[in-house]
């Protein structure tokens, strides 16, 4: 009987326990693999699943259907490391959604349906190490501070989405990038392409497939060519190209100046013929006096 009882106990104990931590709390048509992983890939949610538990640290929902984060979700499951939003519908991540004190290192948002990506989105999180943002087919803007204060991202991916251009800036604050997907977007190979251009020649170690990897459109005939064809000499025209404004300072001051030369010829020339008037004239007065004399 004692011997019974010291069996019993401890199994009570962990039964118990487990339902307290995990298996009570697992959301219904989730699988909870153990006490802090909360698994509901592929279950067709519109939303995001509850129950939660609150120290859930890695969280799968990729494969449904949820279109937005509520803005309080990471202040509530503030543990929360891995967050794996993949193939969604998330067309915007609100402000403030993610702040600095975020323990977020991993956040997939590929094949969701973001638009653009605008100053704070991310909220100068310094824990997040690995953003995915590939293949958004309507992503056409990234602000150039959209990563600003990501101290410790190590890799971005923006490949697939439909960027025709991005500013340096964008990745050039990150400290610790190390690699950054950014092929198949319709990139132009514009003037404004020269200084990214400028800076992925300088940091090809970090593109998977070098710059060779990457297509751009020529402004000129629509002609797609890889970077690793173009130099940048390419982008020197760009320097020299004049804005409407030098150009209507150029005509105007060209005019002034044409102006400027046929009233001062036609002022000389009078001056002139007025002297030779002059001239004759006071000779003639001369011959008269002679005359009078
Ligand atoms: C995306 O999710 C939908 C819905 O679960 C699924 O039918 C589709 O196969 C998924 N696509 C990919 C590429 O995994
Ligand atoms: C994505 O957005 C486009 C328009 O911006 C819309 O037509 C499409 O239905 C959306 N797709 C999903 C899966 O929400």
Not at 10 to 22: D, I
Not at 219 to 233: E, H, K
């Amino acid at each position: 009987m004692l011997l019974c009882v010291r069996w019993i106990q401890p199994l009570l104990a962990l039964l118990s326990s487990a339902l307290l931590t995990w298996g009570a709390i697992c959301p219904p048509s989730c699988l909870c693999p153990d006490p802090h992983t909360v698994d509901c890939s592929g279950r067709g949610l519109t939303r995001l699943p509850e129950p939660l538990p609150l120290d859930v640290r890695r969280l799968l929902l990729s494969n449904n259907w949820i279109p937005k984060i509520p803005s309080d979700f990471l202040v509530l499951y503030s543990d929360l490391v891995y967050l794996d939003l993949r193939n969604n519908s998330i067309t915007q991540i609100e402000a403030g959604t993610i702040s600095p004190s975020s323990r977020l290192v991993f956040l997939d948002l590929g094949s969701n349906n973001l638009t653009e990506i605008p100053t704070g989105t991310f909220g100068e999180s310094r824990s997040l190490i690995k953003l995915r943002l590939g293949s958004n087919p309507y992503l056409s803007m990234v602000s150039e501070d959209a990563f600003l204060g990501l101290t410790s991202l190590r890799e971005l991916e923006l490949e697939r989405n439909a960027l025709s251009s991005l500013q340096v800036g964008a990745l050039s604050q990150l400290p610790s990038l190390k690699v950054v997907r950014l092929e198949g977007n319709p990139w132009v190979c514009d003037c404004d392409f020269s200084e990214l251009f400028a800076w992925l020649v300088e940091n090809r170690d970090k593109l998977p497939n070098g710059v060779e990897g990457l297509e751009c459109m020529l402004p000129m005939d629509g002609q797609r060519v890889t970077l690793d064809q173009l130099t940048q000499d390419s982008f020197q025209k760009c320097n020299e190209t004049l804005t409407l404004t030098d150009l209507l300072i150029i005509i105007f001051s060209g005019i002034s100046v044409s102006v400027a030369a046929i009233m001062t010829s036609f002022f000389l020339a009078s001056t002139v013929h007025c002297f030779q008037r002059w001239g004759k004239g006071s000779k003639q007065d001369d011959d008269d006096d002679e005359e009078e004399d």
